[in-house]
């Protein structure tokens, strides 16, 4: 696939000892990329406002039960406490409260500040309703007006969670600057300010002597052991997440290598329990170098903050192994590493090291030994999903989960066997154990990332959008070297439309094909095979830049343009999720994507016209049958600027979807009027 950086060769570890049958890599530096350092002589941009023209909320100290760092998650390290913001000022920003001013230079700015008293740093969470493709939006330190991240539409709505966290900020305040072209219209912003993590014990990447060694005493800096692995202590940060209720946590995560020596894509690997939503997963902000210099030195000048979150790729949930793969969605900075990883069976009696951050506290090694596999919190048995392992230097503590375990200790550049995910393990009790997931048990459902092959990997399967570009997508299906799918967007008219396409692999990453455009038996008419035609509409061009992003190349007629499109539900959907079909009814079929009690899906079929259209709904199971509203949209006609204004929808009829088997279920259409039932299988490419 396309990569951010390339290199030439694999740097790895000799095989030697070790068994071929299992997959392995070793770790691989990530190649230079423009140190920060070099823009520290470039202008810190600011913000230059009035705070009296500010849309400002202030929410009150916490106090009593509401200010300790306690939250319903048991096993995750604790930093910052949730906090809606009143629906007063939703109500408030809903009635046109935001600050709206006109710029010298004809842009459109509006600023809105957020305190939460007594918090020592804080995070802000923005409901993203609408916002235009030509919005941006900085966070900035209302004190100084220090920008500390710069977002345009594309970046703000990626993650298709419905929301955004900004940066972790020193201080009590946050500002948000939103700014438009003098040719946007205000009015199509819609978003609101719906929660605030407050920290009530400072910024976990800002600690000074006082705070280090919050750790228990017995554990041990990387920086004074000589176990500690120089060729993989660069691939382990600390990170913060934020729940859905605004609790933000604290865990360890390791990047890791791929089989691809062409490739330094930044997987990283933690603990489903830390990151297991796409939610959480978008709102990560990473900590690296965070440990000192020297042994016994001053505190870390050298900690780097990522900004950007993740995109959730694959989780083994706490019932297996607690696995979660995940793809940075910005490069890590110079200096880091790629981890090596093993799927290796661990040998009981192996010695064994793991590199953490416990209580959020400077990166540490632990020395130990695997006694054997064994079930989560239980006795070793030989079969379960987990690494009993008990320590023989230092410890583990809350803020370590998610750290990797690694071996053979003493080696330069050790592998990775296992993730942590809880234990009894503690300076004071220090004969207790912990359970690190077994990497060779979570190994199968993220191969296709970590060791990848000709094949086009089935992450690319699924439904893609330009965040930009609401109300069409595009749905695609891998299968070996070849994709196809379904382009759903408008014509040159504004009225709905689809193309189909399927083309083979070309390189590593390109796939070149021709649009088609099928038209058949209309609606409410009998099945006729023989009236279903298709013609070429164009041609498609997809660049397969990683699991989260594919640049697609169009021309449709004498009209050309390009996307961006990211996946349109990130993580993993439930069973029924995928393309469903009547092998007898060519041309048309049905999109799915099952999450929990809901499905959502796209109807492509042939209208009163037999021309080829699409429907989309939202349907909510009733026992085993999901029912919902059919709407069809119009949108700026094909080849004119997309405009979201544009975008209309309207009911055309309803749905019932009941899943029969496995691999068969029973869709009933009413649209416009006609009616048709039939039973669909799982599509797969001719």
């Known amino acids: 696939m396309a990569r951010w950086l390339t290199v030439g060769c694999l740097l790895g570890l000799p095989m030697i000892g070790w068994s071929t049958d299992y997959p392995r890599v070793g770790s691989e530096p990530l190649?230079?990329?423009?140190?920060?350092?070099?823009?520290?002589?470039?202008?810190?941009?600011?913000?230059?406002f009035d705070p009296a023209t500010a849309?400002?909320?202030?929410?009150?100290?916490?106090?009593?039960?509401?200010?300790?760092?306690?939250?319903?998650?048991?096993?995750?390290?604790?930093?910052?406490i949730g906090r809606e913001i009143p629906a007063v000022h939703h109500k408030a920003l809903g009635d046109g409260g935001l600050p709206w001013r006109s710029l010298a230079d004809g842009r459109h700015s509006a600023i809105l500040t957020v305190t939460s008293a007594g918090a020592r740093a804080l995070r802000l969470?923005?409901?993203?309703?609408?916002?235009?493709?030509?919005?941006?939006?900085?966070?900035?330190?209302?004190?100084?007006?220090?920008?500390?991240?710069?977002?345009?539409?594309?970046?703000?709505?990626?993650?298709?969670?419905?929301?955004?966290?900004?940066?972790?900020?020193?201080?009590?305040?946050?500002?948000?600057?939103?700014?438009?072209?003098?040719?946007?219209?205000?009015?199509?912003?819609v978003l609101e300010p719906s929660a605030v993590s407050h920290f009530p014990e400072g910024h976990p990447a800002r600690k000074d002597l006082s705070d280090i060694g919050n750790a228990g005493a017995c554990n041990v800096d990387v920086v004074c052991s000589d176990a500690t692995p120089a060729a993989v202590v660069e691939s382990v940060a600390k990170y913060v997440l934020t729940g859905l209720d605004g609790f933000s946590y604290l865990c360890t995560g390791t990047l890791l290598n791929d089989t691809d020596p062409a490739s330094q894509l930044p997987y990283f690997l933690t603990a489903a329990h830390c990151v297991g939503n796409p939610t959480e997963a978008a709102s990560m902000e990473l900590y690296w170098f965070f440990q000192r210099e020297r042994c016994g030195g001053p505190p870390p000048t050298s900690v780097l903050t990522q900004y950007g979150g993740a995109s959730l790729l694959a989780s083994d949930p706490e019932e297996n192994s607690d696995h979660s793969l995940l793809l940075l969605n910005q490069p890590p900075p110079a200096g880091t590493t790629l981890s090596g990883w093993s799927t290796e069976p661990v040998i009981p009696g192996t010695p064994v090291l793991t590199l953490h951050h416990p209580a959020a506290d400077l990166k540490k090694i632990s020395l130990g030994v695997v006694e054997g596999a064994a079930p989560f919190i239980g006795p070793v048995d030989g079969q379960g999903d987990y690494l009993l392992t008990r320590w023989n230097l230092g410890t583990t503590e809350g803020g370590s989960s998610g750290a990797g375990l690694f071996l053979p200790v003493g080696a330069a550049d050790p592998v990775l066997v296992g993730v942590l995910s809880g234990g009894f393990a503690a300076c004071f009790?220090?004969?207790?154990?912990?359970?690190?997931g077994r990497f060779d048990r979570a190994f199968p459902i993220m191969q296709p990332y970590l060791q990848p092959d000709v094949a086009i990997s089935p992450a690319f399967t699924g439904l893609w959008w330009d965040p930009v570009r609401g109300g069409q997508g595009v749905q695609l299906v891998a299968e070996g070297n070849r994709l196809g799918g379904v382009w759903y967007l408008y014509d040159e008219t504004g009225a709905g439309q689809w193309l189909t396409f399927s083309g083979t692999l070309t390189g590593t990453d390109t796939v070149s094909t021709a649009l088609l455009r099928f038209s058949g038996p209309p609606l409410g008419t009998p099945w006729d095979d023989s009236a279903v035609e298709n013609r070429v509409a164009g041609e498609l061009t997809l660049i397969l830049v990683d699991p989260t992003e594919i640049t697609m190349r169009y021309r449709v007629g004498n009209v050309t343009g390009e996307l961006t499109l990211s996946p349109f539900r990130a993580g993993a959907m439930g069973a029924l999720s995928g393309v469903w079909y009547n092998p007898q009814q060519s041309g048309r079929g049905l999109q799915l994507l099952a999450q929990q009690d809901r499905l959502e899906g796209v109807?492509?079929?042939?209208?009163?016209?037999?021309?080829?259209?699409?429907?989309?709904?939202?349907?909510?199971?009733?026992?085993?049958?999901?029912?919902?509203?059919?709407?069809?949209?119009?949108?700026?006609?094909?080849g004119t600027p997309y405009r979201e204004d544009l975008v209309q929808y309207t009911p055309v009829g309803?749905?019932?979807v009941e899943p029969l088997a496995p691999d068969q279920?029973?869709?009933n259409v009413r649209i416009d009027g006609a009616q048709e039932s039939l039973l669909l299988v799982p599509f797969s490419l001719p």
Do not use: C, M
């Open 665 to 667: 279920l029973s869709l």
């Open 31 to 48: 190649l230079t990329i423009p140190d920060p350092a070099h823009k520290a002589a470039l202008p810190v941009p600011r913000v230059a």
């Open 603 to 638: 109807w492509y079929y042939y209208d009163r016209n037999g021309v080829g259209n699409w429907v989309t709904f939202q349907a909510n199971f009733d026992d085993s049958v999901a029912s919902g509203e059919l709407w069809q949209f119009a949108g700026p006609p094909l």
């Open 125 to 189: 969470a923005i409901s993203l309703h609408v916002l235009p493709a030509e919005a941006r939006l900085r966070f900035f330190l209302p004190a100084s007006g220090e920008v500390l991240q710069t977002l345009d539409a594309r970046e703000a709505l990626a993650p298709n969670t419905g929301q955004l966290w900004s940066p972790v900020v020193e201080g009590d305040s946050i500002g948000l600057e939103i700014s438009l072209p003098a040719h946007v219209d205000p009015a199509r912003v």
């Open 55 to 80: 849309f400002a909320i202030r929410l009150p100290p916490l106090a009593g039960e509401a200010a300790a760092l306690v939250s319903a998650d048991i096993k995750r390290f604790t930093v910052g």
């Open 429 to 436: 009790v220090p004969d207790e154990p912990d359970w690190y």
């Open 654 to 656: 309803t749905v019932t």
